[in-house]
């Protein structure tokens, strides 16, 4: 009997634990398909993680926001409202701290710090991971294409829906980064 | 054992022992030798878990482009199913014990490979502290339905790791630490009925408190000096529990008693200095650190009076209860608080070397001449001392290093049957 219930314990524990990873699939894959695409203006740094792998690190021109209140406190939740500017880039437009509910994409961000009237925000997609070996090419690609002139702005694509948001891809002088990699071995 | 087995044949023969009693002789042997080989199997079962799950989670790290993302979804998530599969058919049948702290340790490690991967997949960003709290949080039970050493031993390594990345370099409180450690009491404290001088028992004993030491420090960052107030107050604790007689009589010592001894001396030593004074004299402790110091001493106190007939340690004891004085004294005058630590430090020295060579105990004995030679290390810094008073110090301590061990070689010499006793 009491091994039946051990295991009954078990399961839901099993369960759960499945359940975890799977929810982060679903939520993302639902995002990255159905999410409207928008272009973050990026650069890409590259660092590594323990359990993760290699990744490009992205440096957004995004996170700082002019705002007028100064009722903002550090590692809080709120949203962003997101618009298309001229250039095609994607623009904060205002900040909130309650969801909104129709209209406009935005995205469920936390503050970082507010310092005379400017309120710096975390973006949640700050990684993207590459092979091994790939992600340090990048960043030195990138690097040295930077300094060019009248070189392209790398940007970031990324699927927002429903506040929560996907990178999809980072593009480099019009190439996704990782043919971009491949490019630059070529040459 | 082997001898004996080889004698049977000889003493049936010879009508020493019946036959059946060779046979309970040969029975009992063989079951005797079965827990210690389960031992070993058991803890290179977990080896080969620890090290087959951290071999999956760095070759998927790898991050092959040509895997398309359903393989890479399903590659995250099969070591997982196949772990659970395994733990599940461990329990299922009731297996031993090397089944289930293996499987306990292939599932904790394939929890976090699977979360791992599929934020790898979908650049899900960074928060180190939440991915272990995530990982913590989906294994906690394992350490219950597998009854799992292996499994309790990594999660509060981990929730140590997780209080340390959420609390050290980040204005929030890990809160879900004590939860985690909750949660775990259950599992330690049926090791500590059971059997306490066990080496499961030994190894809670230990990583408990180191624990605890460490998380403190996410708990309190940012109270500047008076951090160490508060660190001396927890130490003050540990010891405190670790010398109760429950815990001060175990075969092997524990570290509540230990690390709670080192520490406290530690921090003295720290604070024979005078600038550490200086600052926390000027340091304004916000009020919710002080209750914490307070509670802290309060429940000390409590301890001793409820066990008063433990043996504690007279110049420890003075340290924990002084310090607090200490602090109000610096208030009002730095150097007379920095010069009553420093007779502080050498009158725990002095009464630890004393107490060795009352019960000829190398160990306790040395302990004290190094806490008077670290302290005499100190002064030697002290540029407003002479070099002759200092010179002077150090030919003392130098000497008393010799004469103290020789006059403890000389008594056990004289009384070859004296037991040693740790204090």
């Known amino acids: 009997m009491k091994t039946k219930y051990v295991f009954i314990v078990f399961v839901v524990t099993a369960l759960i634990q499945a359940f975890a990873p799977l929810k982060m699939v679903y939520d993302n894959e639902m995002t990255a398909k159905q999410g409207a695409v928008y272009k973050f203006k990026t650069e890409p740094i590259d660092p590594s993680d323990p359990f993760r792998g290699k990744y490009v690190s992205l440096n957004f021109e995004e996170n700082i926001l002019k705002v007028k209140d100064t009722v903002w406190q550090s590692n809080e939740q709120v949203y962003a409202l997101l618009s298309i500017n001229a250039a095609g880039f994607a623009n904060i437009t205002a900040i909130t701290k309650t969801e909104p509910k129709t209209g406009n994409d935005y995205i469920a961000v936390k503050t970082n710090y507010y310092f005379n009237g400017e309120l710096h925000i975390e973006l949640p997609f700050d990684r993207?991971?590459?092979?091994?070996?790939?992600?340090?090419?990048?960043?030195?690609?990138?690097?040295?294409?930077?300094?060019?002139?009248?070189?392209?702005?790398?940007?970031?694509?990324?699927?927002?829906?429903?506040?929560?948001?996907?990178?999809?891809d980072v593009i480099i002088d019009g190439l996704p980064i990782r043919d971009y990699v491949l490019r630059k071995r070529e040459e | 054992m082997a001898t004996i087995l080889k004698d049977l044949p000889e003493l049936v023969e010879n009508k020493v022992i019946s036959p059946q009693t060779a046979t309970d002789i040969e029975r009992y042997y063989a079951a005797r030798v079965n827990p210690q080989n389960n031992i070993m199997l058991t803890i290179f079962g977990?080896?080969?878990?620890i090290l087959v799950g951290l071999g999956i989670i760095l070759i998927f790290a790898h991050n092959w482009d040509n895997f398309s993302k359903t393989i890479k979804t399903g590659l995250a998530v099969l070591p997982l199913f196949m772990a659970q599969a395994l733990a599940g058919y461990s329990i299922l049948r009731n297996k031993s014990s090397v089944w289930k702290e293996t499987s306990a340790t292939l599932l904790f490690f394939a929890v976090g490979a699977s979360i791992s991967l599929v934020a790898q997949i979908y650049n899900i960003s960074g928060d180190f502290p939440a991915f272990l709290r995530t990982w913590i949080l989906l294994c906690l039970p394992l350490v219950y339905v597998l009854n799992s050493n292996a499994a309790a031993i990594l999660l509060l390594v981990f929730s140590t790791w997780y209080s340390a990345a959420g609390g050290y370099f980040v204005t929030a409180r890990p809160y879900i630490y004590l939860l985690f450690i909750a949660a775990l009491l259950p599992f330690y404290s049926r090791h500590l009925k059971t059997n306490a001088n066990s080496n499961m028992a030994f190894i809670l004993n230990w990583l408990?408190?180191?624990?605890?030491?460490?998380?403190?420090?996410?708990?309190?960052?940012?109270?500047?000096?008076?951090?160490?107030?508060?660190?001396?107050?927890?130490?003050?604790?540990?010891?405190?529990?670790?010398?109760?007689?429950?815990?001060?009589?175990?075969?092997?010592?524990?570290?509540?008693?230990?690390?709670?001894?080192l520490g406290i001396i530690s921090i003295l030593l720290i604070f024979s200095n005078r600038p550490m004074w200086t600052e926390i004299a000027s340091h304004i402790a916000n009020a919710s650190y002080i209750v914490l110091w307070f509670?802290?001493?309060?429940?000390?106190?409590?301890?001793?009076?409820?066990?008063?007939?433990?043996?504690?340690?007279?110049?420890?004891?003075?340290?924990?209860?002084?310090?607090?004085?200490?602090?109000?004294?610096?208030?009002?005058?730095?150097?007379?608080?920095?010069?009553?630590?420093?007779?502080?430090?050498?009158?725990?020295?002095?009464?630890?070397?004393?107490?060795?060579?009352?019960?000829?105990?190398?160990?306790?004995?040395?302990?004290?001449?190094?806490?008077?030679?670290?302290?005499?290390?100190?002064?030697?810094?002290?540029?407003?001392?002479?070099?002759?008073?200092?010179?002077?110090?150090?030919?003392?301590?130098?000497?008393?290093?010799?004469?103290?061990?020789?006059?403890?070689?000389?008594?056990?010499?004289?009384?070859?049957?004296?037991?040693?006793h740790e204090n």
């Not at chain 1, 070996?133 to 040295?144: C, F």
């Not at chain 2, 977990?46 to 878990?49: A, E, I, K």
């Open chain 2, 208 to 261: 408990m408190p180191l624990s605890t030491i460490i998380a403190l420090g996410a708990f309190i960052n940012g109270t500047d000096s008076f951090m160490l107030a508060i660190y001396m107050a927890f130490f003050g604790l540990l010891y405190t529990i670790g010398a109760i007689p429950y815990f001060a009589y175990l075969k092997r010592k524990t570290g509540y008693l230990a690390l709670g001894e």
């Open chain 1, 128 to 168: 993207f991971y590459m092979e091994e070996g790939k992600a340090q090419e990048a960043e030195d690609g990138y690097r040295d294409y930077s300094r060019q002139e009248n070189a392209k702005p790398a940007y970031a694509l990324v699927a927002v829906r429903e506040g929560n948001a996907v990178i999809t």
């Open chain 2, 295 to 420: 509670t802290l001493l309060l429940l000390t106190a409590l301890i001793m009076l409820r066990y008063k007939n433990a043996k504690f340690n007279a110049g420890v004891t003075i340290a924990i209860y002084f310090f607090p004085i200490l602090c109000f004294i610096a208030k009002a005058s730095v150097p007379f608080a920095t010069i009553l630590t420093n007779l502080l430090v050498l009158a725990i020295g002095v009464i630890t070397i004393r107490n060795g060579i009352n019960r000829l105990n190398f160990r306790t004995l040395n302990f004290g001449l190094i806490v008077v030679a670290a302290l005499t290390a100190f002064r030697f810094f002290d540029t407003d001392i002479s070099f002759a008073i200092r010179g002077s110090l150090f030919l003392i301590v130098g000497i008393g290093f010799f004469a103290t061990n020789y006059i403890v070689i000389r008594k056990k010499k004289e009384q070859p049957n004296t037991l040693t």
């Open chain 2, 46 to 49: 977990v080896l080969g878990g």
